[in-house]
């Protein structure tokens, strides 16, 4: 065996996460955090070295990631953009929460699970590509995320915690995959940009304030599937929700109380079930309202 290919194999593999900062400094992992890096047997992964040059930080690690661990990078407000490995499985509680610098980020598709706040008061986010196998987005995971306007939801995602992206106050469109099946207590509340909602055929719940406070409402479509709809979920602040709100339902899913808000919108019902509707405990708050859908 030659010297060289001798050399090549008793190379040791770098494993490096690389980042940038709005000073041009190093960012170090959060002092609290005891594991800011992770290993397959959940051992903390020790930093060789971290350098800041030519305009770009470099992280070496002792082995590979498959962890960025509880607020690894909590409150590093100089943070402008990290390369998370796509041999990270989990991004942990408070990961990055208060990174007001962090600008961007893409979730690789090796990422299963975003744990609660782990992006939550990052106030200069404005986008975030989600890889397709996460299955769970964590509560208040993009919470307060102001500069936030837009968010697709993978198909492989089937739970939202609550809160996730309460008060992204410059959400304008959301999109949420067919394997959501509820939405739950305040996801999307406060978001006041927001103008437009079309919730999949795969939800059947609707939780409390889930679209509370989103303001600028103006068109709502809820699908047959929503069996229930629980109460202030489309409260708004003005008292009133001047909107154009569409249930596909037959059948009147079960209402809370102030769902609507005393409407000054109109609700349109299937045309075969407008006395039902008109009857139905709670629904029968919004009587003068309720239409049959136009054909």
């Not at 930080?57 to 796509?86: R, V």
Request: glycine share 8%; with cysteine.
């Amino acid at each position: 065996m030659s010297l060289l290919r001798k050399l090549l194999m008793n190379k040791k593999k770098e494993y490096i996460i690389e980042y940038t900062s709005t000073d041009g400094n190093i960012v170090e992992p959060y002092s609290g955090s005891t594991s800011p890096f992770v290993d397959t047997n959940r051992n903390n992964i020790p930093i060789i070295s971290n350098i800041y040059k030519n305009g770009k930080g470099i992280i070496k690690l002792e082995k590979e990631c498959y962890q960025i661990g509880l607020e690894a990078f909590y409150q590093c407000s100089s943070l402008s953009d990290i390369t998370i490995p796509d041999s990270v499985t989990t991004i942990m509680t408070f990961a990055f929460s208060g990174c007001t610098s962090l600008s961007g980020i893409i979730i690789p598709n090796s990422v299963t699970s975003i744990d609660n706040y782990a992006f939550y008061n990052c106030s200069s986010l404005t986008g975030i590509a989600l890889g397709n196998s996460i299955t769970s987005i964590g509560k208040c995971t993009f919470g307060q995320c102001s500069s936030l306007t837009g968010i697709t939801i993978p198909d492989s995602v089937t739970s939202i915690g609550y809160e996730a992206f309460n008060q992204c106050s410059s959400l304008t469109e959301i999109k949420i995959s067919n394997s959501v099946t509820s939405i739950n207590e305040w996801t999307f509340g406060s978001c006041s940009s927001l103008t437009g909602i079309t919730i999949p055929n795969s939800v059947t719940s609707i939780g409390e304030y889930a679209f509370g406070y989103c303001e600028g409402l103006t068109s709502i479509i809820i699908p047959e599937s929503v069996a229930s709809i629980e109460d202030c979920a489309f409260i708004r602040r003005e008292n009133s929700l001047t909107a154009s709100i569409t249930i596909l339902r037959t059948t009147p899913p079960t209402l809370g109380s102030s769902v609507f808000n005393n409407s000054n919108g109109k609700i349109y019902v299937p045309s075969g079930s407008v006395d039902t509707y008109k009857s139905a405990a709670n629904w029968s708050n919004y009587a003068d309202i309720i239409q049959a859908i136009q054909e």
